[in-house]
């Protein structure tokens, strides 16, 4: 059963620093990862997705790594601004087309001015 | 990227009655799925709703508890039946691009129990 971890569960910065986001997986046929943002008491929205061919995505000042072998992605986030301050969470689907997402817990972020 | 949206955004509920959340999807999704977020928690897959067939519930998740219809490719309903405090949750519908398989999410309905 795929397991997936993210640390820390918070983290809290000031503005304008660089941050890494951690995600491990237990098993590592996996089909792609995504990582998500999520503001309190609202739904997720997708950042970036990484195939499971694929080493690194980007999108503005967001980058996601993906290692398959060893189990782990980051989210690398550049120059944190407060908007940034949000749960991030990370989710795996299995290979097979059909099979469903498996989702950390999430790092709750606090980028403060 | 699939549009989504949910209705109602919020609602505070009664025990013991049910309430009806509406997907609305502004594109033809083969699966569309139903998760539900408690309090501080993660999310948990309740079922899986194809159109033109049942749909498919996660281990500890009951079609009695929990109906769903989904009459056409953009549209599906989630049912919270017979409901108490524990149900209080986010409930979000989910769709999955059969192209690369990225996966979208609604802005949820934000169900409190009393």
């Known amino acids: 059963k795929q397991e997936v971890t993210q640390i820390p569960a918070a983290l809290s910065v000031p503005e304008g620093e660089n941050l890494v986001l951690n995600c491990s997986f237990t098993d590592s046929a996996i089909y792609n990862l995504q990582w998500f943002r999520q503001d309190p008491g609202k739904g997720l929205t997708s950042l970036l997705l990484?195939?499971?061919?694929?080493r690194e995505q980007t999108s503005g000042r967001l980058n996601a790594s993906l290692d398959k072998s060893s189990g782990r992605s980051t989210l690398y986030i550049a120059a944190s601004q407060p908007g940034d301050s949000a749960t991030y969470l990370c989710?795996?689907?299995?290979?097979?087309?059909?099979?469903?997402?498996?989702f950390g817990t999430g790092t709750r972020l606090q980028v403060t001015l | 990227s699939a549009v989504i949206s949910q209705k109602p955004s919020r609602d505070i509920c009664q025990r013991g009655t049910s309430l009806t959340i509406q997907c609305q999807v502004d594109s033809q999704v083969t699966m569309m799925f139903w998760y539900r977020q408690q309090p501080g928690q993660s999310l948990t897959l309740i079922a899986t709703a194809n159109q033109g067939s049942e749909a498919t519930y996660e281990s500890g998740f009951v079609i009695d508890k929990f109906p769903i219809s989904r009459p056409n490719l953009t549209f599906s309903t989630l049912t919270v039946s017979n409901m108490s405090p524990e149900d209080s949750s986010i409930y979000l519908c989910s769709v999955v691009d059969r192209g690369d398989y990225e996966q979208y999410f609604g802005p949820g309905t934000r169900l409190t129990v009393t």
């Open positions: 989710a795996v689907r299995r290979s097979g087309t059909a099979s469903k997402l498996t």
């Open positions: 990484i195939q499971s061919s694929q």
